[in-house]
Structure formats: C-alpha cells, structure tokens
C-alpha cells in the first residue's frame, strides 16, 4: 500500500504514550538532521568463559575469569529530506584487562534510503568492525523477520570474547522496492557478510539474494510470494563446501490490534525453505533434500504509559559460521521494558533456543541467554547503569568444523558504569 500523508491517529503510541524518561530523550519528530556524540565508561567481571575446554584447539591467550574496564565512545548522524535519508556512525572502544595489553575495537557504519521512482526506493547500507579477539555468537532472534542468529561483531560489547585474534568483520545489504498497485509491492535484496582473521584458514563469507511480491487482502491480513537463495563457504578451506538454503518464500502475514484501546497487538507470518541436510554427525554422511516449515509469531502489550511486555516465537534456517550445514532453530523470547520513575529505567530479555544441526535426530544444539539493564538518569545527558548477562548453549562434539568453537560454553558478565548522550545537532 503506497504511503499516504495523513494527521496522527488519535490512538496512535506517539499520542497515547508521550511520557519519556530524562535521560536520552529523543529530539523533535521529524527533525531534518541529527549528531549525537555517546560514551559510556565500565568496570565489569566476567566468570568462566570456557565450561568445557576439551578438543579445542586454542590460537591464542584465553580471556580469563576476572574484573576489567573499558571505554566505549560513538558519533552518530542521520539526515532525512524529502526524497533521500542518510545515516553514519562510528565508535571505538578501548579496555584494560590484567597483564594484557590494552585492548582496541572499531566500527564504522552508514546507511542511504533514497525514493528513486515515484513509488520505488533504493536502501544500501554498509558496516565494518574491528576486534583483537575471536568473538561466539549462537543465538536466534526471535522478533528478527530474516531468522538470522545474532552476530557478534553487531556491536562493541566485549561480551563475546574468547580469546585474542585479530578480527576484521563487514556486512553489505541492497534492497530496492516498488510498489506495483494499491495493495501491492514488489521487493529484492541481496546481502554479503565477510569475516577474516589473522590465522586466515577459517575466513567466512556469507550471501544470500531474494526476490518477494507481498499483497495487502485486507487491512490485517495479506499473503507473500517470495524465492531467495543462502549460501556461505570458507575461501581459503575449500574442502569445506557448505550447503546453500532455498527459501521457498510462500506464506500468509496477519496482524491485529487486540483491544479496543490498541495496547495489544498480535502478529504472524509463515513461510518454508528446501535444503540439503547432512542427517548424520559426520561428514561423510548420506544427504538428503529436506522441507522445512517456518514462521513467527510475536505478542506484545503496552501497559500504563511506559511499560511495554512482548513474547515472541519464531522457526528458522539459516546457515551460519563455524559450521557447514544448516542449522534448523525454534527460539522463544520474553521482554519487559519500562520506567520505574522518569529517572529509573528497566529492560529485562530472556531467550532460548533449540534445533539441530542439517535437520539430523543426533545433532540438537540448544542456547539460553539472559540479559537485565537498570538505568538511572541523572541528568538528560547522563545516566548511571548495571547490566547483567549470562548465557550458555551446547553443541554435540563434533558439529562445529571450525576447531576453535567450544562445544560447551556458560558465562555470567556484570558491567557497571556511566553513560553520555549528547546532542550536538537538532534539525528542525
């Protein structure tokens, strides 16, 4: 449906729940342009990183239980006019561990969305990060419409580090869509993701394009009809061929305010893909073209003018580094955000995952993470925090082709500190 100027609906969150918290609050709607500069300043300690050391081949100094500090800085800019949007940021980080040297990462990130046609548009967008140190991520994101697992190179957060290796991670994405009739649009993309190290062996690249014609049946409800292709491969181990991922992109979208104020709202999309599994632990054993249903569902319910509570459910394939076969994933996730006072601010987040690897009956994989943010503003431009993170996942040994990924892996990570926000352009 092409997109229409028109006055704020009455019931609409921006009218409804104006209420905000001191610290970083946003600038004007609609504002033209924007520069904000971030920081945040930590001490943090982190447990065992290994829980279970055995078969893995370590390439470099272990991070180790203990307390540490780091720095993380950002400058962040956007700028919308009629026809074209444009954003960038870039940020570094710097942390002090015992008897190590200092410890830099780098990020750099930038964005156009630009109105080419008078109801097509073109987005490109580009990123690029830094970190001395090999980084595990195996987590689903259930409200992620793409299945993807998270990555973690998203961010500076040393969460994930494991041990020191020089790092050096990209993500390309091009999507160009067009908007064929009321009810109809028309959508293409395609993505790259590299990930190169200093001991190059296990470089990975990633890619995957699609194609997606989505129809609008009624105000809550429509259908897609859609075909993309994924597939990753490890340039310099040519031995190790990864399968690709056919998304079969065929299912119905739905959502629906469930109340008459609004505050709750259900949605759902379904969908499928063909890959060839891999049914046995090894290598070497038969394959076979397998037809996976996917979907998502998510839940989410506003409560008084600040708080907000949202379950999310969602299968998915996808293949992703460290591996060479699919991994078939169902994750469900908890959230609840809100203000205890205008100053005091609580976000909790639990995830869990389950799947197998190449869809066999010996290959379960399964993760759970946990994260708890309490933010206090002191000011708009400052606010004190104390995070708390754990997570653990298990794999069968033998899955992972990549020597370095444990099979068993538990952490529990505190940070405490100080964070800035401040704006030093606001548009109107």
Do not use: C
């Amino acid at each position: 449906m092409r997109a229409q100027a028109s006055t704020p609906d009455p019931e609409s969150p921006e009218v409804r729940r104006p209420y905000r918290g001191l610290f970083g609050a946003p600038g004007l709607p609609g504002a033209g342009e924007s520069l904000d500069f971030t920081a945040s300043l930590y001490g943090a300690y982190d447990d065992n990183v290994y829980a279970d050391r055995a078969g893995v081949a370590l390439s470099g100094p272990l991070r180790e239980s203990g307390v540490f500090g780091g720095v993380d800085t950002g400058m962040s800019y956007t700028r919308h006019t009629r026809r074209i949007g444009f954003g960038a940021d870039a940020g570094a980080g710097l942390n002090v561990y015992q008897d190590e040297p200092l410890f830099q990462t780098y990020r750099a990130a930038a964005n156009l969305n630009a109105r080419v046609t008078r109801y097509g548009s073109l987005s490109i967008a580009e990123a690029f990060a830094y970190a001395p140190e090999y980084r595990l991520g195996l987590f689903a994101t259930p409200t992620s419409s793409v299945g993807t697992f998270a990555d973690p190179f998203a961010n500076l957060a040393t969460d994930y580090g494991v041990f020191r290796q020089n790092s050096y991670r990209s993500t390309t994405n091009v999507a160009f869509s067009q908007e064929l009739r009321q009810h109809a649009s028309l959508s293409t993309y395609y993505s790259l993701s590299t990930a190169n190290y200093e001991a190059d062996e296990l470089n990975y690249v990633n890619h995957s394009a699609g194609a997606r014609l989505t129809y609008e049946l009624t105000p809550n409800a429509g259908f897609h009809l859609g075909y993309g292709y994924g597939a990753a491969r490890y340039p310099h181990n040519p031995r190790f061929t990864q399968s690709g991922i056919h998304n079969i992109d065929v299912g119905l979208d739905y959502t629906r305010a469930l109340s008459v104020s609004r505050r709750t709202h259900f949605s759902f999309a379904t969908g499928s893909a063909l890959f060839y599994a891999n049914q046995g632990v090894s290598v070497g054993a038969d394959r076979r073209l397998d037809l996976a249903v996917l979907g998502n569902a998510n839940l989410t319910h506003e409560m008084g003018r600040t708080w907000t509570a949202a379950l999310a459910y969602q299968r998915s394939v996808s293949v992703n580094e460290g591996f060479l076969e699919p991994m078939l994933a169902q994750s469900v996730s908890a959230t609840l955000q809100g203000l205890i006072s205008r100053r005091l601010r609580f976000d909790a987040l639990t995830a869990y995952t389950s799947g197998a690897v190449s869809g066999g009956v010996s290959n379960d994989f399964d993760s759970l993470t946990a994260h708890t943010d309490l933010e206090y503003g002191f000011t708009r431009y400052l606010a004190g925090y104390v995070d708390y993170l754990y997570y653990r996942y298990h794999i069968p040994p033998g899955l992972a082709v990549d020597p370095r990924f444990p099979p068993n892996m538990s952490r529990n990570g505190v940070r405490v500190g100080l964070r800035t926000s401040l704006p030093l352009i606001r548009g109107k």
